[in-house]
């Protein structure tokens, strides 16, 4: 245990509720370097969009069995659109495990998006809460329960926005524009209490979303975002985890404060 070096941690990572996640792809990872895992899920969310739900039972079984010995693993469901949810969900991550040393804020809302001539205040609304809104709410209640100990961490998961346009995706882009934009502020609050919080863009990662038979856009769009990987394949949940565990891990802890881009070299252009 003492090899490795999230031995005697405990992360909550939110949206692990797929296999082929980058949420279940981080949690795998830090519970193979030794950490205890709070995952949290809203398998309606998934439920409802083209590549469906999957079953939760076989996803908390495939993180149990990479959990070193002596680390314990447990999940909590919540609609993160409630304003009273992200409390509840680190409260009660606390009660099932203790203190939290690590957050990761990988939920997203999909889908009910538009340009900007079909956006509304309730697309707007709803991308805020749970994008936005909750990632602050979270990593609010998670700093309300840190005790200074080393090793605080939290990291957002935002999207690649800064980097070029998102056509048809104003509110989800807006949403996520938020969090990177404030992760210097926040950073700054936090590091005083021995907390270190960074922002990570994982890049187009195929969530099954760029699958012809699975994706929310048009088989054309899913062509050019191919098209524009020099490496002739797309991303891979477990590309932006290996920078989320190092991010978290002993090693990542003079980042502070950043927005990271892990992309592959991938070309908007062209």
């Known amino acids: 245990m003492t090899d490795l070096p999230l031995a005697g941690r405990t992360a909550l990572v939110t949206g692990v509720s797929r296999r082929r996640g980058i949420g279940y792809a981080i949690a795998a990872r830090l519970a193979g370097m030794g950490a205890g895992l709070v995952v949290h899920h809203h398998v309606e969310h998934?439920?409802?969009?083209?590549?469906?739900?999957?079953?939760?039972?076989?996803?908390?079984?495939?993180?149990?069995?990479?959990?070193?010995?002596?680390?314990?693993?447990?999940?909590?469901?919540?609609?993160?659109?409630?304003?009273?949810?992200?409390?509840?969900?680190?409260?009660?991550?606390?009660?099932?495990?203790?203190?939290?040393?690590?957050?990761?804020?990988?939920?997203?809302?999909?889908?009910?998006?538009?340009?900007?001539?079909?956006?509304?205040?309730?697309?707007?609304?709803?991308?805020?809460?749970?994008?936005?809104?909750?990632?602050?709410?979270?990593?609010?209640?998670?700093?309300?329960?840190?005790?200074?100990?080393?090793?605080?961490?939290?990291?957002?998961?935002?999207?690649?926005?800064?980097?070029?346009?998102?056509?048809?995706?104003?509110?989800?882009?807006?949403?996520?524009?938020?969090?990177?934009?404030?992760?210097?502020?926040?950073?700054?609050?936090?590091?005083?209490?021995?907390?270190?919080?960074n922002t990570v863009n994982p890049g187009p990662v195929n969530t099954g979303y760029l699958d012809d038979d699975s994706s929310d856009r048009p088989v054309e769009v899913l062509e050019a975002v191919r098209r524009h990987f020099p490496q002739g394949r797309p991303g891979e949940p477990d590309d932006p985890a290996r920078l989320v565990a190092w991010l978290v891990s002993d090693e990542g802890r003079w980042v502070v404060g950043q927005v990271l881009s892990t992309e592959g070299g991938f070309r908007r252009w062209g």
């Not at 926005?161 to 949403?175: D, I, L, W």
């Open 46 to 197: 998934d439920a409802a969009q083209p590549w469906g739900a999957d079953d939760l039972d076989t996803v908390l079984a495939g993180l149990r069995a990479r959990l070193a010995p002596g680390a314990q693993l447990t999940d909590l469901g919540a609609d993160l659109a409630d304003a009273a949810a992200p409390a509840h969900v680190v409260a009660a991550a606390t009660a099932a495990l203790g203190h939290l040393d690590i957050l990761v804020c990988n939920h997203a809302r999909s889908g009910g998006d538009g340009t900007l001539a079909e956006t509304d205040a309730a697309m707007l609304d709803g991308h805020w809460a749970v994008n936005t809104r909750a990632t602050l709410l979270l990593t609010r209640a998670f700093a309300a329960q840190h005790d200074g100990r080393d090793g605080g961490r939290v990291v957002w998961l935002t999207s690649g926005q800064q980097h070029g346009p998102m056509p048809g995706e104003v509110a989800y882009a807006t949403s996520k524009a938020a969090l990177a934009g404030v992760t210097a502020t926040v950073a700054d609050e936090l590091v005083d209490r021995g907390i270190v919080l």
